[in-house]
């Protein structure tokens, strides 16, 4: 029996006694015996048993050493696997040289419409293709009509032939517009520049974050703030690429120590002593 207890057996039939005999309430005998209400539930729930001793508080289970080293090791271990987890989605990557990986994605974009009050549709929703460069982040972009295996093989033909660098991996989602066989235009597109393909695992998009990051970028920076005002879809894409131009020559990145693609691009080939 602990020696703290206030309740010896005595105490406890004496406690139940009384409940029985309807002298207390659970809240009287509480007041009477300094215990708390539970405590005299308790006492009386065990006394219907005929039960009176002192029972160990005490879970010798828990206060083992080998219980609780155990059980320490086995938290410590969920944590670190749900934290390398974490880390991984979290964790920044760059490629070493440009060209070395480009990121590609597409977004489709809403109709252009008529400046008025009746807002007539002046074309159908465009798609905007993006790639970018993982070292350098050099940004290509335009916008077709459609996200075929057809638009994405002339987007990639184009910007493959104006990028400068040798694109040497092409990153992206698993869409049909860049997955297939060496039947798939896309593919055979890549295959004729000797362009490699990689895709993001199924459900991971945040592998492909550069392509998606850059979408969202463009869209904050570009696109929402001028769509109202495009009349026709020579003067949308005119104005798209001066915002390319911009990002490319202009717009200063965190993520490559507040340099522009171009001056990464210049940097590293300074570096290389490729004068290409």
């Given at each position: 029996m602990?020696k703290?207890?206030k309740l010896?057996?005595t105490l406890r039939?004496?406690?139940y ?10 809240r009287k005998?509480a007041i ?5 209400k539970n405590v ?6 065990r006394g219907?048993l005929g039960?009176?001793?002192v029972h ?15 059980r320490?090791?086995?938290v410590?271990?969920k944590?670190?696997i749900?934290l390398e987890?974490?880390n991984k989605r979290k964790?920044r990557?760059?490629?070493?040289i440009?060209g070395e ?5 597409t977004k489709?974009?809403s109709?252009l ?5 009746f807002?007539k549709v002046?074309?159908?929703a ?12 050099w940004?290509?972009?335009d ?8 638009s ?5 033909e184009?910007?493959?032939l104006r ?8 990153y ?6 860049y997955?297939?066989?060496s039947?798939h235009?896309?593919v055979?597109?890549?295959l004729?520049?000797?362009?490699e ?18 979408i969202q ?5 570009w696109?929402?703030?001028n ?10 894409k005119?104005s798209l690429y001066?915002y390319v ?8 990145h ?6 522009t693609p171009f001056?990464?691009l ?9 004068n290409a």
């Amino acid at each position: 029996m602990h020696k703290n207890t206030k309740l010896t057996p005595t105490l406890r039939r004496e406690v139940y006694q009384q409940w029985e005999k309807g002298q207390y309430s659970f809240r009287k005998l509480a007041i009477n015996y300094h215990v708390d209400k539970n405590v005299i539930s308790k006492v009386i729930l065990r006394g219907r048993l005929g039960d009176f001793s002192v029972h160990d508080s005490k879970n010798h289970r828990f206060r083992s050493l080998e219980f609780g080293l155990k059980r320490l090791s086995y938290v410590e271990n969920k944590l670190s696997i749900k934290l390398e987890k974490r880390n991984k989605r979290k964790r920044r990557y760059e490629k070493a040289i440009p060209g070395e990986m480009v990121h590609g994605d597409t977004k489709r974009l809403s109709p252009l419409y008529e400046i008025g009050k009746f807002r007539k549709v002046i074309a159908k929703a465009p798609v905007l293709f993006v790639s970018i460069d993982d070292h350098s982040r050099w940004l290509q972009a335009d916008l077709l009509p459609d996200r075929t295996m057809w638009s994405s093989s002339m987007f990639l033909e184009v910007s493959a032939l104006r990028a400068p660098f040798k694109t040497e991996c092409h990153y992206s989602d698993n869409g049909g517009e860049y997955k297939g066989n060496s039947s798939h235009a896309f593919v055979a597109t890549c295959l004729k520049f000797g362009i490699e393909q990689r895709f993001t695992k199924p459900k991971h998009p945040w592998t492909n974050g550069k392509a998606e990051r850059v979408i969202q970028t463009i869209l904050n920076e570009w696109y929402r703030p001028n769509k109202d005002r495009f009349q026709s879809m020579l003067e949308m894409k005119q104005s798209l690429y001066e915002y390319v131009d911009f990002y490319n020559h202009d717009r200063k990145h965190q993520g490559i120590n507040n340099l522009t693609p171009f001056q990464r691009l210049a940097q590293f080939y300074a570096n290389s002593g490729d004068n290409a």
